[in-house]
């Protein structure tokens, strides 16, 4: 929950930020409910909503000026070993047009052990709600994944990593909503950037293999291909958002 909260400060100060080249579109900031963090509040709390914990019907309930309604998310993957899986709120909400309809976001997560390392990956999913109408799904992107793979085996190993044992990847997400679509449909401007430690290693080489590792060697790098942005606009007939131009692989940074 720490997280979420910080991640909308950060998703205010990037709107901030955008509205210097494009104005940003109002959106509303989501925190914690006093005494429950699991809920989320808009500012005076006439609306909330919290991830409905059922591993067999998850959900997100929302309360909405005392009235109440559900919003089905698919059924999260089996548990297997030392893996796990859950739900998060987007601590956001961006009105859509005037009609009162706006988005609101799920993050699934899923998380992973290695023998000697670990790994988590998010997606998060946007959600048109409507007064009368059932919510839709309008747009899934990578959101926030981190790894740390591989590991010494010995002092060989260690010293020819310099210590840096694991080859750690981070790959972190944000949307920023921007005025000006036909229709009042915020664009979306997504932006993600990855980075790679320790310098620009890959996970189809074995890093053992490569040449040893000196202290200069250890910094954290950010990968070209996977640092972009993209601007999303809604297409009303497939009902959902549409990028600029396609996403790149990105497998290394957002796969488990």
Known sequence: ??????????????????AA?????????LTPDTGNPNRLCVADKTWCASIIE????PGILIEDNGTTRTIDLPVLPAEGGFGGSS??????????G????????????ERTMYSGG???????????????EKAVEVLTVPWESGSAIRACFGEKDFRQRAGAC???YD????????????????????????TSYPGPVSRSADSLTAKGLRKKDLVHVENAECTFARDFTFDPVSLSYVPDRPLPECGDYTGL
Not at 23 to 29: G, K, L, S
Not at 54 to 57: L, R, S
Not at 87 to 96: D, K, N, Q, T, V
């Open 21 to 29: 080249d494009s104005p940003a579109a109002r959106a509303d900031v």
């Open 118 to 132: 670990w790994a988590n990956a998010s997606d998060l999913t946007l959600h048109l709600v409507t007064p009368l």
């Open 166 to 168: 694991h080859d750690e």
């Open 98 to 109: 005037d009609k009162g309809d706006y988005l609101i976001g799920s993050i699934m997560e």
């Open 87 to 96: 739900y998060h709120l987007w601590p956001m909400r961006i009105p859509f």
């Open 54 to 57: 059922d591993k067999a019907a």
């Open 1 to 18: 929950m720490i997280r979420n909260v910080l991640l909308a400060v950060l998703l205010i100060g990037c709107s901030n930020a955008a």
């Open 171 to 194: 790959y972190l997400a944000e949307i920023v909503p921007i005025v000006g679509q036909v229709g009042g449909s915020p664009l979306l401007r997504y932006k993600a950037k990855a």
